[in-house]
DNA sequence: GCAAAAGTGTTCGTTTTACACCCATGT
DNA sequence: ACATGGGTGTAAAACGAACACTTTTGC
C-alpha cells in the first residue's frame, strides 16, 4: 500500500568551485507506473502523472521524491529515495519540514515531507535511477523550470543548510575527504553568501581543532599548491554535540 | 474528506514562574466521533480510537490534534486546532517537523506533522474545546503519561524552541504584555536550563534596545516593585530579520 | 526593622575585526 | 619572469565573565 496524500521529496546538495548544486531529476513515466504496487492505491498516483504534464515533462524538473509506502518508515524511505538517486548510502539526510499547503500539487492533495542530503564529490558518480529519464546537476543560481512548489521546498532547505552550518559542522558533507583551507571557507562564503577574511576565518578554524594535516599536498596546480586536510572525527562529534559559531554579523 | 495517514498536533507552550507548561488534552470519544464527516475516511479514525484505549483514558494525555482534512492548507489546520484549544488566534505557532515512523502509532499508520505555539499568559481563560473531556496545564518537569510517541513530540518542540530563542526574539511570545526584566531571564533561564548572570543579561538587552520602559510597576510585592516594560515592535521586527545572539556558553 | 527581590559598574581576559605582504608552483 | 592562489601576525575594539552592595517595598 502507499499513503499516496504523503510523498517524500529531497533536495540533493553539492558544492565544488562553481557554488552550491542541487540534483534534479526528470521522470521516466513508464518506468515510475510500472513500478508501482498492482493496488487501488496506485491509480491515483498514475493519474496524478498523466493530469500533470509538468511532471513528465522534457522542460520541467523536479526534485527526487515519490510517495511513502504504508509500511516503512518516513527517514528509511527518504534514505532509499536517496540511495535510488545516487547509489549512496550513509549520507547526511535532514528533514526540512513538511509542505502542505492545498495548492501545491494542483488538483490532488498532496504534503510533501522535505529532506535535505549533503553529497560529497567523491561519490558524484552516480547511479542513475532507472525511475529517471535523466538525472542532473543543476547550479543553484542556474536553475530550470521546476515543478510544482520545488522551488520552494529548495529555498527551505537553503534556509535550514544555513541554520545548520553557522552552529554544527556538518557542511564538511559537502567536502571531498582531503580539502583545502580555501575550500572550506568558500564553501562557507557560497552557503551563508558573504565574503570572509582568510586570515580570521583560518585563525577561528584552528582553534577548533577539528582539523588534520593530512600530509599531503595539492597536485598540478599553477600556483603554491595548498596543504590538504581531513577531519578529526572525534572532535567533529563532539562539535556536532556542542555546536560552533561561524556566525558573522 | 479527511487523510487518515496524516494529523496534526500542537504543542501548546505557557510560561509562569513555576516553569514552563504546556496544556494537554483528554479527548471524549463520543463529541469527537459525531464531529467526523459520515464518510468512509472517518470510519479509520473512529476504529483508530476504539483501538487505543489510550486515546480515551483517564490516565493518558496528549497532544491536542487531530487528522488534516482534505481541504485545508496544513498550516491553516494548525492554526484551526489551536483556536478549538485555547480560543485564541494570531498566536505564535511553528512547524517542529513531521513524525514518520511505522510504530508510532500501534496497528495504523499515521504520520504527524508536530506545531509548537507560545501563548502569553495575559490570555489562559481557555475555551474548552468540545472534543476535549480535559484540558489542562501541565508543567514540563511533572509530566503524565502521554499518548503514542507525544513525549518525543514535546522533546523535539523544546529543542526547536530552544534553538528558536537564541538566536530570535520570540519567546517574548510567552511573556504577557508587560513583564519585568527578571520574568525575562527567568524565562530564558528555564528554557536554555542555564543559570545566567543578571548584571550582564541586562547589558544584553539594554544592547539591543527591544525593550520600552512602560513607565508603570509591578504593584503589591512584598519587595521593591519592579519596572514593567514592553517591546518595541519595530526592533522586535528587526531583530526577528536579523537575528540576535543569546547564545551561552 | 527585616525579609525579598530590584537594580546597578568595573575589571580582566577573550574574541573579533581590519588589514598587507611574501611564498610556492606551473607555464 | 609572471600569474595565480597559499599562507601568515599584529594592534585596536568589542564582547563576555566574574563579581557585591544599595534600594525599595510589604509585612
Redesign the interface.
Known sequence: MI?N??SVDCVIFGFDKSGLRVLLNQIDREALISSLPRQASSEQIKKLYEQHPMLTSEVYWSLFGSH?P??????EFAKELLFQATGLTNVFLQ?I??????DRVPYT?V?T?GFYALINPDYYNLKQSSLAKSLQWFNLNDMPSLCFDHDKIIEQALVKLR?EVMYHPVGFHLLPEKFTLTEIQSLYEVILNKKMDTRNFRKKLAKMKLLIDSGKKQQKVAHRAAKLYQFDILVYEKLKEEGL?F?IE
Request: glycine residues 4%.
Open positions: 499513503l496524500s504523503v511513502v504504508e509500511e516503512q518508515d518516513l527517514d528533514q519540514q513538511a509542505f502542505g499547503s492545498m492533495r504534503i515531507i541554520q559559531n556566525r
